[in-house]
Nanobody, 119 residues
C-alpha cells in the first residue's frame, strides 16, 4: 500500500508561484501513475494533472494548462506540481493520488495541502 504526504502549500498573491511536493512511501513508486486533484470550498474535487510511470506523458485540466507543470523524481519517490501565474480561483486543498493502472480510480490519497491565492 502506498502512503502519500503532500507539502508546499501556503498563501501567495495572484500571479505568484508555488511548488507542491508529494512524497510516497514504498519501493515501487516508479510503477504508480500519479495525479494531482483539488477541492475548493463548496465544490467537488476536480482533476488537475497526471503523470505516467516514467514521467514522459502528462495530462492537464484545461483550467491549469500552460500554468501548472507536473513532474516526478522516481529516485526520490516524489511527484511535484509547479504552479505559476496563480489565480484566486486556484485556491483549494490540493491532493496527490496514485494508482497502478493508467486508467480507473485512484485508490491511494494524501491528506491534502492548502493553497490560498489572494487577489
Amino acid at each position: 500500500q502506498v502512503q502519500l504526504v503532500e507539502s508546499g502549500g501556503g498563501l501567495v498573491q495572484a500571479g505568484g508561484s508555488l511548488r507542491l511536493s508529494c512524497a510516497a512511501s514504498g519501493p515501487t513508486f516508479s510503477r504508480y501513475y500519479m495525479g494531482w486533484f483539488r477541492q475548493a470550498p463548496g465544490k467537488e474535487r476536480e482533476f488537475v494533472a497526471s503523470i505516467n510511470w516514467s514521467g514522459d506523458s502528462t495530462y492537464y485540466a484545461d483550467s491549469v494548462k500552460g500554468r501548472f507543470t507536473i513532474s516526478r523524481d522516481n529516485a526520490k519517490n516524489t511527484v511535484f506540481l509547479q504552479m505559476n501565474s496563480l489565480k484566486p480561483e486556484d485556491t483549494a486543498v490540493y491532493y496527490c493520488a496514485s494508482r497502478r493502472s493508467s486508467v480507473g480510480d485512484y485508490p491511494y490519497w494524501g491528506q491534502g495541502t492548502q493553497v490560498t491565492v489572494s487577489s
